[in-house]
Structure formats: structure tokens, C-alpha cells
């Protein structure tokens, strides 16, 4: 079956995320969002019953067998949610300077005193910490505290409310970023074939190794950086995870907001550094919930994120509770487009190429790179059946398209989330000359060549192996006398490790 090319191909390299929630339960919508530029769909496993996500991604895999594009599915897991108790009328008023005590009984609160549920927190407390109440509209700072209780004085806020949320910015909490719940969501987002894990409220190092341990292999891991204890383990984070994300709304309530933008950049250079997929994220188009346009500055915002060379973007409640879902999309897609056209752009992309690491693979991904933009190519196509090659190509920020071939289903759809990566679940190859039919092939019905155009070709030889990335070649686009055929979507898929590894 041909496919509309408007469908198949993205006329940009950074991608889009979308979560799905009420707004965007039905399979109607879902095609229309993915229409729109939706490259990767989140499940939020924070709202919504495990029916729901069964269902939305039974609606994804039926649209990716309809058009034969590798649909990437990521579940967020919600993690640990600190939270007060309730109040005996609902609400309390406050005022700065006055004492709070926190403790654990489950008595309705005052305007003296509430229930904090958390022993964790209390084992962690020592005076002069603080704690931040309703993303941080509340502010206390701890006078003294015990195993039980926490004696507090009001710094700033004037109202509380029931079941509001508690951020600790000073301290490591002694928590595991993968509660009760997460661990049954886990299993249950294992069993249904997602592709991405998300872990929420990650701290040290120790807690990807955890997740890393009961996915199993099952799923790529991206890890949140949400806390600023993460950030005091970056580099290790980025190490042991598959991709990370740039999680601005915890972020910024537990460091100074004048910090967040400076991290964000150190984030995604980091990541980059490193070959790992990141995703820039939070209230990016917040004022769509509720208008079919953005803000100039939530524009601006976005356009930032992509000029850091960021591999997505993402939309949250935009699309999961928003009025404009679909023209969110639309609107994170033009975005998208109209930077990436400025010169400033590649310009900057260009600048900022990474020193390759002392290895073939690198050398020759490199110089792929190079000599596509020499040359004029049309696209970079890798043979992968892990991932790295592909990933490796991504890092480079080329300006053209990469077309990643692989015949694991899994590496094909967890490449999509990657920068420029047009993925294709394709047959296994045998020798050079159907490598380069292939190739030709695929790039012109999928509309990323013309004939007469010139690819660069990067892959490892024997084919098949992981990591071995030993080969570049430059071929010529022929017109196919019949274009290669999508490939079945059902029959069974290799299994892989996480991609990049």
C-alpha cells in the first residue's frame, strides 16, 4: 500500500511529543494529532485507568499498521507525590512570619498544624530547611524538627488548601523514584509494548539502575530531571539512561526560576555529548489549553528549546485537556519548521559539533556528516540493529534527514523519539548491493530523495552486528520500478537492547 507522503514524511528534525488524556482519547483524534506531527505519544500513567492506555495504544498501533510509520509510545510513570493531608474546613489562611507544624497525624488540619503523610520527609528534615507547599506558592522553613514532626516558620503565602503538594529542595529524600503504583503501571505499560519508560522525580544515579533492572530490556528508559539532586549527578544519569527530559515544572519550583534556562541548556548539551535523545518540557504552549493561539512568548519559548539543538519538544495538558489538541500540534510543528530554516540556526547546529570520540564509529559517523553536506545529499541513511549507529548520526545535527533502516521493530520505533530520524522497520540485508537498493529505494517513496539525488550511507560490517559501524558509501537515488513494500507489522519482531546501548 502507498502511503500520502505528507503523512510519512516531516518536513523538520526536532520531533514532537504529545500526551494524550480526555481531550484525545479517540482514535479519531489520535489520527488527527499524529496528521498534525505527532511523532511520540505519552501515556501519563499519573491520571487516566489502565483501560484507557490500553486502549489509546491499541489506537496508535492500528494507525502505524495503517500507514506503515514506526509510532514511538512513552508511559510516565507518576512516582512519588508528596502531599499534605486535609484541613478541617477545607482551606486555612496564613500569614509570613507565623509557626506551622507538620507532623504525621492524620487529625484535619488547622492554622497551626497539618498532616504530612510522609515519614521519609521528617527522616530527612534538619533545621533551616525548606519546604515549598502548592508549587511553591507556600514556603516554610524548618526551626526544628523529629523522626514525627517538623516545627516550621511561615517565610511566604497566605493560603493552603487540601492535599497540596510538598517539594524538598535541600535535601535527598531516602525515596525510590518508583512507588507501589508505578511498579503495577510498570509492568502493566511493559506487557501492553510500549517503547519508552519515563521515570518521574529521579535523584541519584541508583535509582535508573533500579528501573533499568525490572524493565529488563523490555523498553528504553528516559529519566526526568526534575530535582536538583539529579543535577548534582548529571553526567552519571546521562550515562545510565536511554534519553533524558528536561522536566521545567518541579525544576522550577525547587531551584530559582533565573536557573532553569541555564540548565536546560547544560542538559542538552550533556545529552548530546553523550548520544542520548532529550526532550525539552512543560507548559511550552500552556496558554493553548484555552486559546487557539499562543502567546508570543510561549513561541519564543519553544523556538529556544529547538535553537539548543534539543531532539523534542513536548506538549502536556496542551493536548491531553486542552480546547485546541490538534492545532497545538500544528502550532509546535510551525515552530518547529519556521527555525530550522533560519540560517541562524544551522549556523549555530554547526558550531556546536561534538570532537568525535577516538573510534571508527565515530570517525566515519563524522564524516558522514561531512561529506553529505559537501555533496548535497539529500539524506544520511543507517543500517542499525541496536540503535547506535542511528543515534550516533543524530548527534551530529546534520541538516538533512536520516533515514534509519533497521529490521528490529523495537530499535525502529524507539528511534523515532531521536533527532532528524525518519525510522523504517525494514527487511534484513545480506550484501552491499541490496544495501544501497534499499536505501534508494525507501528514500524515494518515502519522499526523502529524488532520483538523481546522492545519499551517504553509514552501516557495519557483518550486517547485523551491534556497534559496528565500519562502512560509508555514496549512492545515486533510481526511481524503483515498483517500490519496496512496507513491512508486515505483525509477525515477529526482533527482540533489542535499549537503543543505544
Known amino acids: 500500500m502507498n502511503h500520502p507522503v505528507s503523512i510519512i514524511r516531516r518536513f523538520r528534525q526536532t520531533k514532537v511529543v504529545a500526551t494524550l488524556g480526555p481531550a484525545s482519547s479517540s482514535p479519531e483524534m489520535i ?17 487516566g485507568s489502565h483501560e484507557d492506555h490500553a486502549a489509546r495504544l491499541a489506537a496508535i498501533r492500528a494507525i502505524e499498521a495503517e500507514t506503515g510509520r514506526p509510532i514511538a509510545v512513552m508511559a510516565d510513570l507518576q512516582g512519588p507525590k508528596l502531599r499534605l493531608g486535609v484541613f478541617a474546613e477545607g482551606s486555612i489562611s496564613l500569614t509570613p512570619g507565623q509557626t506551622f507544624r507538620l507532623d504525621l497525624s492524620k487529625e484535619p488540619g488547622d492554622t497551626t498544624r497539618a498532616c504530612l503523610p510522609h515519614p521519609e520527609i521528617f527522616a530527612a528534615l534538619k533545621p533551616d530547611t525548606n519546604l515549598l507547599l502548592d508549587d511553591g506558592k507556600v514556603r516554610l522553613r524548618v526551626v526544628a524538627c523529629s523522626p514525627e514532626h517538623a516545627e516550621t516558620v511561615v517565610i511566604a503565602g497566605t493560603k493552603l488548601s487540601d492535599r497540596k503538594g510538598v517539594n524538598v529542595p535541600d535535601v535527598v529524600l531516602p525515596l525510590s523514584p518508583l512507588t507501589a503504583k508505578d511498579r503495577i503501571d510498570l509492568a502493566y505499560a511493559l506487557d501492553l509494548g510500549v517503547d519508552w519508560i519515563a521515570l518521574s522525580f529521579v535523584q541519584r544515579p541508583e535509582d535508573v539502575t533500579e528501573a533499568r533492572r525490572l524493565v529488563g530490556g523490555r523498553a528504553a528508559i528516559l529519566s526526568k530531571l526534575e530535582k536538583p539532586q539529579a543535577i548534582h549527578h548529571l553526567d552519571e544519569i546521562v550515562e545510565l539512561s536511554d534519553g533524558v527530559m528536561v522536566a521545567r515544572g518541579d525544576l522550577g519550583v525547587e531551584m530559582p526560576p533565573e536557573d532553569v534556562p541555564v540548565l536546560q541548556k547544560r542538559i542538552i548539551r550533556e545529552a548530546r555529548l553523550a548520544g542520548k535523545p532529550v526532550i525539552v518540557a512543560t507548559q511550552m504552549l500552556e496558554s493553548m489549553i484555552t486559546a487557539p493561539a499562543p502567546t508570543r512568548a510561549e513561541a519564543s519559548d519553544v523556538a529556544t528549546a529547538i535553537f539548543d539543538g534539543a531532539d523534542a519538544v513536548m506538549l502536556s495538558a496542551e493536548t491531553a485537556a486542552g480546547a485546541y489538541p490538534v492545532e497545538a500540534v500544528s502550532m509546535m510543528d510551525r515552530i518547529a519548521r519556521r527555525v530550522e530554516h533560519d540560517p541562524l540556526y544551522r549556523r549555530i547546529m554547526d558550531a556546536q559539533h561534538l570532537d568525535p570520540q577516538e573510534t571508527a564509529a565515530d570517525a566515519i559517523t563524522a564524516a558522514a556528516r561531512q561529506i553529505a553536506h559537501t555533496i548535497k545529499a539529500a539524506a544520511i541513511v543507517t543500517f542499525t540493529s541496536s540503535g547506535s549507529t542511528t543515534l550516533r548520526a543524530a548527534r551530529e545535527r546534520p541538516e538533512m534527514p536520516i533515514l534509519c533502516l533497521t529490521a528490529s521493530l523495537t530499535a525502529s520505533r524507539r528511534l523515532v523519539l531521536a533527532y532528524g530520524v525518519h525510522s523504517v522497520h525494514a527487511p534484513d540485508i545480506a550484501n552491499f548491493s541490496e544495501m544501497v537498493q534499499q536505501a534508494s529505494q525507501i528514500a524515494f517513496r518515502d519522499g ?23 562502512v560509508l558509501r555514496i549512492a545515486w537515488v533510481e526511481q524503483p520500478g515498483q517500490a519496496a513494500p512496507y513491512s508486515h507489522w505483525h509477525g515477529q519482531e526482533n527482540q533489542t537492547p535499549a537503543a543505544g546501548k
Open 31 to 47: 489520527r488527527s494529532l499524529f496528521e498534525a506531527g505527532v511523532d511520540v505519544f505519552r501515556l501519563n500513567f499519573s491520571h
Open 448 to 470: 526523502l530523495a529524488q532520483e538523481g539525488q546522492r545519499l551517504v550511507i553509514t552501516a557495519g560490517v557483518p550486517f547485523g552486528v551491534p556497534g559496528s559501524t565500519n
